[in-house]
């Protein structure tokens, strides 16, 4: 990911910035232009809950190019406190300790870098309760 | 009255043992373990650095300091590992903190000393009057080179102070630095590893600095050892801090609390920061505690700090130091600890 | 609208063509189908392909192959729908014969997977790469999220899943194009490696090169030139969220039902009426919920459905009689339209070993990404 998009995520990725409809309420992660709920396009800036629990989970044991040597690691989806729901890694812990239903609070981390000499982004992860 | 107005820390969860490096090395695990009085060091994961650290740290503080983010006027992050030779790890924290953009914003380095020195300045600034708040952190992800003797203690972990007026934790009583031009540790731009003048980095460097500013600090606040409750010295490894803190006059009490080394490591510019937020966990009101920091290049900064009635109510508000200690730990091998620690040539 | 028939198929072997470019394998491909149908010329081409940009540097491959092939000044549009590229260039090829707008159209799919040095990440742009592939999610791994939901809440076993590539595997061999033509015991399905627990590699389709192309033309052209006459009687397209986690339901592939809601309802079908149907089946997992949402078993019974044989060539609704993505291969484009060949074999009585015994109504169902795409075709033969 370019520098420049690195950048215009940060806030979301950094800070989970979302966004609550003016119209419906219906709370949105990542921001939209149009609610998925009922089309209004007005929003009011809100942070999503850093605390959640495991949906689904998998343990992968053959990664993404840029986690290839940091298997076996875990995907899980995650919803957190207000409904909304993330993908995103499960880490600290040995695999065999996740399951649907645990608790996870959201931590601050590294995502991918590009290289040794490229741009660094951060975003968030989930680690077990 | 200035002081802290939150603290709070953060220890990653991966550790080697003493044993495991040593093995590596075809050493004496036991007697490296006497040596420097460490058993165990924390790792960081292969996503966690610096920053990711600091932003932890940061937010600990932030549960404890009750405050809008955006009330904080400064960041200052001190580190010898910020991820960018070029680009602030600052700018990165006060983002994701949601202090910016109305911010001053600086990185610090002075080996292990660049945490106190992001609080003297942090400190001073309040005090002057000039800010509401000033966030102030100490972290690292130390590399020790491959057989080293500073293989064994060069840990990971970082500590963040915000300083103000008000909700005052703990005051600043005094501060005073003693520094000179001494290379006894160095890294030179571009090189991966550090190095160091072995035990040159001892009486004319450590004990040095760390005595003078000791005593400086005391007798510019017409202290004694015994008014203290604690007191922290910087923890390069276990031995040390005991030592200098026995010839300045301290007990090994005072100094239990935030000798935090044995089983953390050295977190560098996290060091004494950290065993001063282990010591503020267990403080009470009215404690006198005294932390000396050291970085090598040379210089000490010693705080005086005296504990008020709020520690009370915010102690539990964040996770404590030795809680981060002893938790779900997981122990890596030397291989893996040389993965995560990107010591092996890969094929990029 | 009139009615549009199938006048030729055509299709190279599925496998690693190391010999073969892009290029070769689509006119490959093309010129059998031409022959199959005996036409030279034709109105205009469709070509499914999800990514030759990223596997092959390659945009605007239409134009270029349409070229190769040496149809001249002919409109040739490239079509993209992850990995329902080929079933989407079918709809797009179907509806301009049905409008009027053209009689011939080529519609064809075409995937050369194997000059990428790293096909996974290509592939993981059919998935939500910003909010899904950056954070690691693989395409497996979206997949295994699926499965272990589907596990959790309903039961369905390791075991089942395994069924499915054994059934796959069984039916491949019997199918010359097919990238692998050997069998598989359950427990070698079960014991390879563990790709995104709990699908294991033989439970994940390959990465394969191919091509394959149909011609298609008014029904009353065909009729003059084919004995067996088979009609596309319905056609359904639909699409969903593209991450997974903003699914209404994750262990629900809500584009695929009502893709096939829409297909069913242009042809005046149900489920029961369908003899045989290839469906995507990406991962093996993908097979067991794409049958639910199609109304072959009811939701959340597919496992012990697949397990108890009812999927098998003989069986009360044969699925991938073809071998499937697994058994096959799966290039991607090129994949929904090898899927609706199969149903033309079946419906013509040309599916050698693996014919299912009057077959006159047939399905193919093509899925992109997780789901966030799917159409579904159904043919009948008219004699």
């Known amino acids: 990911m370019s520098t420049q998009k690195v950048w215009r995520k940060r806030i979301e990725r950094y800070r989970l910035m979302g966004q609550k409809c003016k119209s419906c309420g219906k709370v949105i992660f990542p921001k939209r232009l149009i609610c998925p709920e009922c089309g209004a396009k007005e929003f009011d800036d809100v942070l999503m809950p850093d605390h959640g629990k495991i949906i689904t989970y998998t343990t992968v044991f053959i990664g993404a190019k840029f986690l290839e040597h940091d298997t076996p690691y875990v995907i899980a989806i995650i919803e957190l406190d207000n409904g909304v729901r993330i993908t995103t890694q499960v880490v600290d812990m040995n695999p065999e300790e996740v399951s649907s239903g645990k608790e996870v609070h959201l931590v601050f981390r590294k995502l991918q870098a590009e290289g040794k000499t490229g741009v660094i982004a951060y975003g968030y992860k989930a680690r077990l309760i | 009255m200035v002081g802290i107005t939150g603290y709070g820390s953060y220890v990653p969860r991966y550790r080697i043992r003493v044993e495991d490096i040593a093995a590596q090395w075809g050493k004496d695990a036991e007697v490296i373990k006497k040596g420097i009085l460490v058993n165990e060091k924390t790792v960081p994961g292969t996503d966690e650095d610096t920053i990711t650290i600091s932003v932890e740290a940061a937010r600990n503080a932030l549960k404890r300091a009750g405050i809008d983010p955006k009330d904080i006027g400064s960041v200052y992050v001190g580190s010898e590992s910020h991820p960018y030779a070029v680009k602030p790890s600052g700018t990165i924290v006060a983002e994701a903190l949601g202090i910016t953009p109305e911010v001053h914003i600086a990185d610090f380095e002075f080996a292990c000393k660049a945490g106190t020195e992001a609080m003297w300045v942090a400190f001073n600034e309040v005090k002057s009057g000039e800010l509401k708040y000033a966030l102030a952190i100490g972290a690292d992800t130390s590399q020790g080179a491959p057989g080293d003797a500073l293989e064994y203690t060069a840990a990971a972990g970082g500590t963040a102070y915000i300083f103000g007026r008000e909700h005052i934790v703990a005051e600043v009583i005094e501060t005073y630095s003693f520094t000179t031009d001494t290379s006894d540790f160095w890294r030179r731009e571009g090189a991966y590893y550090p190095r160091h003048g072995g035990r040159f980095t001892g009486e004319p460097a450590y004990f040095k600095h760390v005595y003078n500013a000791g005593i400086g600090v005391l007798k510019k606040a017409n202290m004694k050892p015994e008014d203290f409750t604690y007191a922290v010295f910087h923890m390069p490894n276990g031995k040390f801090p005991l030592t200098v803190g026995k010839k300045l006059g301290f007990t090994k009490e005072q100094m239990d609390p935030g000798w935090v080394v044995p089983y953390m490591g050295n977190t560098y510019s996290g060091s004494s920061p950290t065993g001063l937020s282990a010591t503020l966990d267990v403080s009470k009101p009215g404690d006198n505690l005294l932390i000396v920091s050291f970085g090598s290049g040379a210089g000490s900064d010693a705080f005086i700090f005296r504990v008020t009635e709020r520690i009370d109510e915010v102690r539990d508000l964040a996770p404590k130091v030795r809680e981060m200690v002893e938790e779900k730990r997981i122990y890596l091998d030397y291989g893996k600890y040389a993965q995560f620690r990107e010591k092996i040539i890969m094929n990029e | ?383």
Request: hydrophobic share 40%; net charge negative; charged share 25%.
């Open chain 3, 1 to 383: 609208m009139r009615d549009v028939g199938i006048l030729g198929v055509g299709l190279t072997r599925f496998k690693e063509h190391w010999d073969k470019s892009l290029r070769d394998l689509f006119v490959e491909a093309a010129i059998k189908a031409l022959e199959d149908a005996k036409v030279r010329k034709i109105d205009s081409m469709y070509v499914g392909s999800m990514s030759s940009g990223l596997f092959n540097n390659q945009e605007h491959i239409a134009p270029l192959l349409a070229d190769y092939l040496g149809a001249k000044n002919i409109p040739a549009v490239r079509v993209e729908s992850a990995c329902a590229s080929g079933g989407i260039a079918l709809r797009q090829g179907f509806m301009e014969v049905a409008s009027g707008l053209s009689d011939t159209v080529l519609v064809s799919g075409v995937e050369k997977m194997t000059d990428c040095e790293d096909p996974t990440s290509a592939l993981a742009a059919a998935a939500d790469v910003e909010n899904e592939a950056y954070f690691g999610a693989t395409f497996p791994a979206l997949y295994a999220l699926i499965a272990r939901a589907h596990m959790d809440r309903y039961g369905t076993t390791r075991e089942q899943l395994a069924f499915v590539s054994v059934k796959s595997h069984k039916n491949g061999a019997k199918n010359p194009d097919a990238q692998f033509q050997r069998e598989f015991t359950l427990d070698a399905v079960m014991n390879s490696v563990m790709v995104a627990d709990p699908l294991t590699l033989l439970e994940c389709s390959p990465i394969t090169d191919g091509a394959a192309a149909i011609i298609l033309a008014p029904i009353e052209i065909v009729k003059t030139m084919k004995s067996k006459v088979v009609k596309i009687i319905g056609s359904g397209v639909a699409s969903d969220t593209i991450a997974l986690h903003s699914r209404r339901d994750i262990v629900s592939l809500d584009a695929v039902r009502i893709a096939g809601e829409r297909a069913y309802s242009m042809a005046g079908k149900k489920p029961e009426d369908i003899d045989v149907c290839e469906v995507h089946d990406c991962f093996a997992i993908a097979e067991l919920v794409c049958i639910e949402e199609l109304g072959f078993v009811e939701k959340g019974k597919s496992g012990k459905f697949t397990e108890e044989g009812n999927t098998e060539i003989g069986g009360k609704i044969p699925i991938n009689t073809s071998g499937g993505l697994k058994a096959k291969g799966h290039p991607v484009g090129a994949s929904g339209i090898a899927q609706a060949i199969e149903i033309y074999k079946q419906l013509t009585g040309n599916a050698g070993e693996r014919q299912v015994q009057d077959a006159k109504i047939g399905m193919s169902q093509n899925m992109g990404g997780t789901g966030a795409s799917s159409v579904v075709h159904i043919m009948e033969v008219v004699e």
